[in-house]
C-alpha cells in the first residue's frame, strides 16, 4: 500500500542497479554509483560546511561565480582577481581547509577504480553549490601540477545537463544529464576536456531541496 504522506527522507530515484555510460575514451558517467554511500556522505558534508561555508568568488575578469564554492583537503581551489590557484587556507578565514573526510576519499576512490583509474588519491575535494540559475561555463581544469590523475565529479540534489566537449573551446559538446548519485570521471587521453553545466532549473529535491550540490575531486600537487 501507498503511504499517505510521502517519506521526505527517503530517496526520490527510483532504485536501480548501477550502470555504467562512457562518454569518451576515457571518460565514465556511473549511474547512481553514490547513493549507498550518501548516508555516510551527508553527514561529512556538513562538518566541511561547518568549517568552510559557501561563498560566491570572483573571477580574475571581475564577475562573481554564480555558483558557490567550498572545499575540503590539503588543498582548496580558489580565484580572485589575482588569478585561479590552490590554497592551503581557506581566504574566507585564513585557516587550513578542512580535511577531506574519509568517506569522501573512499567514495572517490572507489568511482575512479570503476571507471580504470585505480590508485587515485585526490587532495583536493571542491565543492559547489547551484541554485536554480547558476552555472558554471566551459573551461578545462588545468590548475594541477599533472594531468596524471582523473577527475572525480558527483552530482547530489536537483538534475543538471554537464557539457562534454572538446579539447578547443569551439569543439562541439556531448549534453549528458546528471541526476541524484551521478559520478562523471575523465582523464587520460580525456583529461584536459573542455566542460560546463547548463543554468539549474528550478526543482526541489526531496533530500537536498532547492539546490544541487557537486564534489569535485582532484590531485592538485
Ligand atoms: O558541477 C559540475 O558538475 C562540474 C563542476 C566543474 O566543472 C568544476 O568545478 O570545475
Redesign the pocket.
Known amino acids: 500500500m501507498r503511504p499517505a504522506t510521502p517519506d521526505l527522507f527517503a530517496d526520490h530515484e527510483p532504485v536501480q542497479p548501477p550502470t555504467r555510460e562512457q562518454i569518451g575514451e576515457q571518460s565514465w558517467v556511473l549511474r547512481g554509483f553514490v547513493l549507498p554511500w550518501l548516508e555516510r556522505l551527508l553527514p561529512g558534508l556538513d562538518a566541511v560546511l561547518a568549517a568552510a561555508p559557501f561563498r560566491q568568488m570572483v573571477t580574475p575578469g571581475g564577475f562573481t561565480m554564480s555558483?558557490a564554492l567550498s572545499s575540503c583537503g590539503t588543498w582548496g581551489?580558489t580565484t580572485d582577481r589575482s588569478g585561479y590557484r590552490y590554497t592551503r587556507q581557506d581566504p574566507l578565514s585564513g585557516k587550513l581547509w578542512p580535511p577531506m573526510p574519509e568517506v569522501f576519499l573512499q567514495l572517490a576512490q572507489a568511482a575512479a577504480q570503476e571507471a580504470g583509474f585505480a590508485g587515485f588519491v585526490p587532495d583536493s575535494c571542491?565543492i559547489?553549490r547551484?541554485a536554480p540559475g547558476a552555472k558554471?561555463s566551459l573551461?578545462q581544469?588545468k590548475n594541477e601540477t599533472s594531468m596524471a590523475a582523473p577527475i572525480v565529479?558527483v552530482?547530489l540534489g536537483l538534475p543538471?545537463v554537464?557539457l562534454f566537449g572538446g579539447f578547443e573551446r569551439s569543439d562541439k559538446c556531448q549534453r549528458v544529464s546528471?541526476f541524484h548519485g551521478d559520478v562523471?570521471i575523465w582523464g587520460g587521453v580525456d583529461r584536459l576536456r573542455y566542460?560546463?553545466?547548463l543554468p539549474i532549473q528550478h526543482g526541489q529535491h526531496l533530500r537536498l531541496g532547492e539546490q544541487?550540490i557537486?564534489f569535485?575531486f582532484r590531485t592538485a600537487r
Do not use: K, P
Open positions: 555558483a581551489w571542491l559547489n547551484y558554471m573551461h581544469d565529479s552530482s543538471a554537464f546528471l562523471v566542460h560546463a553545466i544541487r557537486n569535485t
